[in-house]
């Protein structure tokens, strides 16, 4: 009994304090928004907040919309992904990629969300595909008062009604 209870302890301490390492795969089980998921690695949930990108919040102007539009591609679909750290509330970072595509590359050329990266290895490559995005009027680029969400989350209620107003 003893054994069992070390061994049981050794495993729990795994599972729930080392990050996996390199790539792995997975499958989404939920769409929290359009930037952060549910997605399950080898029996394990692990909530992850996708790297590169930042999407609307849900009750920003089109928020629910991008988060449903990723949703219908992604759900329960098979992903690969790549763990880096974790953020100030716990979710796991990581790059995610479906069926090879960066996940990432595709919220913002389908105007689902912003380029997050303001320097790095992708920024200019992310940063084209917002301007195509932003040009064609696709996703929440169609909206003229849409406000990026870092901006939105530190407006105070009578701010987001006068600068970031909604018609959906």
Same mark, same amino acid.
């Given at each position: #009994?003893?054994?069992?209870?070390?061994?049981?302890?050794?495993?729990?301490?795994?599972?729930?304090?080392?990050? +996996?390492?390199?790539? /792995?795969?997975?499958?989404?089980?939920?769409?929290?928004?359009?930037?952060?998921?549910?997605?399950?690695?080898?029996?394990?949930?692990?909530?992850?907040?996708?790297?590169?990108?930042?999407? +609307?919040?849900?009750?920003?102007?089109?928020?629910? /919309?991008?988060?449903?539009?990723? #949703?219908?591609?992604?759900?329960?679909?098979?992903?690969?992904?790549?763990?880096?750290?974790?953020?100030?509330?716990?979710?796991?970072?990581?790059?995610?990629?479906?069926?090879?595509?960066?996940?990432?590359?595709?919220?913002?050329?389908?105007?689902?969300?912003?380029?997050?990266?303001?320097?790095?290895?992708?920024?200019?490559?992310?940063?084209? #595909?917002?301007?195509?995005?932003?040009?064609?009027?696709?996703?929440?680029?169609?909206?003229?008062?849409?406000?990026? +969400?870092?901006?939105?989350?530190?407006?105070?209620? /009578?701010?987001?009604?006068?600068?970031? +107003?909604?018609?959906?």
């Amino acid at each position: #009994m003893k054994h069992f209870l070390t061994i049981t302890f050794f495993l729990i301490s795994i599972t729930t304090f080392c990050q +996996p390492i390199g790539w /792995n795969r997975g499958f989404v089980t939920a769409g929290h928004d359009v930037d952060t998921y549910t997605i399950r690695v080898n029996f394990i949930d692990y909530t992850v907040r996708l790297l590169g990108v930042d999407g +609307p919040e849900l009750t920003q102007c089109f928020g629910k /919309n991008s988060r449903d539009s990723v #949703m219908k591609i992604i759900k329960l679909k098979q992903v690969d992904l790549k763990f880096g750290g974790k953020d100030v509330y716990g979710r796991w970072l990581a790059e995610v990629k479906i069926d090879g595509l960066a996940l990432d590359s595709l919220i913002i050329v389908k105007g689902w969300g912003w380029n997050a990266e303001l320097y790095g290895k992708r920024f200019k490559e992310r940063n084209q #595909m917002q301007t195509v995005a932003i040009n064609n009027l696709l996703g929440l680029w169609f909206y003229q008062a849409n406000c990026s +969400p870092w901006l939105f989350r530190v407006f105070s209620k /009578n701010e987001k009604i006068a600068l970031c +107003p909604c018609e959906q």
